[in-house]
């Protein structure tokens, strides 16, 4: 049952985790037309598109119902900037439409695609659903779902430091469960790598290892990562981020998860991906010596899908422009999956990469002497008594961001409910029943990062008012 009172089925289970996990085998390189023998440089862009979920239509915030910032802005287009509104729904459509037209013309177009999974619910409810019904076309259809790569999210757009550890992996497996309920297992099985919301990497070594790890339990082979978030094992920064890396994310007893990550270059800049510029930069690369081989680099941007001017009206003819002359040899666009592919062809393997860490976790094991529990703690506190600005909240798109600082309002009645959902459901384990599912989903968008970003106001109000609905199903 995909919906359970209006709301979507997200819980999931154990036979849910084998059911909707990635295929072990090659996906893309066995059909692809690129002459993998012949290529110089490689691109990949990735569009991110997220809507959060708000409770809104009533001007009582204790009784109004859960629908899409999306749907609440088409319904109030003389306020603000509303009246991008129609707008916005036609770029999160678009995709499929430029894309087919590529193909159908014999041309050899990439994307990746991150929706979260607000999003894909509030498209559910807006149109009936028609922007989902023209994705299914290059999310479903064996013509063109090798040119379009999903990768997967948290389900509603949480950053991964600011969010409890136990629910780190629910939000995980909610975006694949309600994904699979949209586009089919086939689909979500094809889904191998992760978007991080914000770019974000969580610098504390134990929380950096529990999502690595629930990232591997949710069966992502790669993630995607901002340059200045990591550095290399050595404590030195990275001499090629146009390579693949392996992240190492080890925690204070000194257990480690490894996975593959492959680096976007610079910082947050949608002109980036809107004006095409991975491939005129990757028109400058050439083949490189890496473990001794010779592999094309790769170009790596993701950038907002829908926001601001130069994504919604300069994207498509720079994206046509580039594709009526990208062919199948020389600079091409590989989407990420397809690109490793590339790679371990070669006869290159995952425990070959360079080793990477998150930014400055260096300083931390240099004032570990033992691996022992908190061990990660007292190293930061000794080195925060020789450096108070030492800081573990920046690790995402931009430097000068913390996505906990000033947030106590929102912060304090989310993790409250967090205790009180698990302390009500663990034992019991996940379940069916509309109360268990709804309280979930209260959790899940109590920790959409929109409720900081947008600062005071309204936005505090909706998050405090998911948590108190999350703690009466909690209660």
Not at 50 to 70: V, Y
Not at 175 to 185: D, L, M, T, V
Not at 273 to 300: D, S, W
Request: glycine residues 6%.
């Amino acid at each position: 049952m995909d919906i359970i009172n209006g709301l979507p089925n997200i819980f999931y289970n154990n036979s849910d985790e084998q059911d909707l996990a990635p295929l072990k085998k090659d996906i893309y390189l066995p059909g692809i037309k690129t002459n993998t023998n012949n290529i110089q440089a490689c691109f990949s862009i990735a569009l991110h598109m997220h809507q959060p979920t708000i409770p809104a239509g009533h001007d009582n915030l204790q009784t109004a119902g859960l629908i899409s910032n999306l749907e609440h802005m088409m319904n109030n287009q003389h306020t603000g900037d509303n009246h991008n509104a129609p707008v916005f729904l036609n770029c999160y459509s678009r995709i499929s439409d430029i894309i087919r037209e590529h193909v159908d013309q014999g041309h050899n177009p990439r994307v990746m695609l991150d929706y979260s999974g607000n999003l894909l619910w509030g498209l559910r409810q807006i149109e009936g659903g028609r922007v989902l019904d023209n994705l299914k076309y290059i999310t479903c259809d064996e013509k063109y779902f090798p040119y379009v790569e999903w990768l997967g999210t948290m389900w509603s757009h949480a950053v991964a430091s600011s969010t409890p550890i136990p629910d780190i992996k629910l939000h995980l497996m909610a975006w694949r469960k309600h994904f699979a309920s949209i586009f089919g297992k086939d689909a979500v099985r094809r889904v191998k790598g992760f978007s991080p919301p914000e770019m974000h990497l969580p610098i504390h070594p134990d929380v950096c290892y529990e999502y690595i790890k629930a990232l591997k339990e949710c069966g992502y082979t790669w993630l995607m990562v901002q340059e200045h978030t990591i550095e290399l094992t050595d404590g030195t920064g990275l001499r090629n981020p146009y390579l693949p890396h392996k992240l190492v994310a080890k925690n204070s007893l000194g257990k480690i998860e490894e996975i593959t990550i492959l680096i976007k270059t610079q910082g947050s800049d949608t002109k980036l991906v809107a004006q095409m510029q991975p491939y005129y930069e990757a028109k400058t690369k050439h083949p490189e010596n890496f473990c001794q081989k010779q592999i094309p680099p790769i170009v790596l941007q993701i950038g907002d899908g829908e926001n601001g001017g130069v994504m919604m009206n300069e994207f498509p003819s720079a994206f046509h422009q580039a594709f009526n002359e990208i062919g199948f040899d020389g600079v091409v666009a590989m989407n990420g999956t397809e690109y490793l592919e590339l790679v371990v062809a070669k006869g290159i393997k995952e425990k070959d990469f360079p080793g990477a860490q998150p930014a400055s976790q260096h300083l931390i094991w240099e004032n570990i002497k033992k691996f022992e529990p908190h061990a990660s703690d007292k190293a930061i506190d000794k080195i925060h008594d020789k450096d108070p600005n030492y800081n573990l909240d920046k690790g995402s798109w931009t430097s000068d961001r913390s996505w906990i600082k000033g947030y106590e309002s929102v912060l304090d009645p989310m993790n409250k409910l967090s205790v009180a959902f698990h302390s009500k459901y663990d034992k019991k384990g996940p379940s069916s029943d509309p109360q268990y599912n709804e309280a979930l989903l209260y959790l899940l968008l109590s920790q959409t990062s929109c409720f900081r970003y947008w600062g005071e106001g309204v936005w505090i109000e909706y998050a405090k008012e998911l948590c108190r609905r999350g703690n009466e199903r909690s209660a």
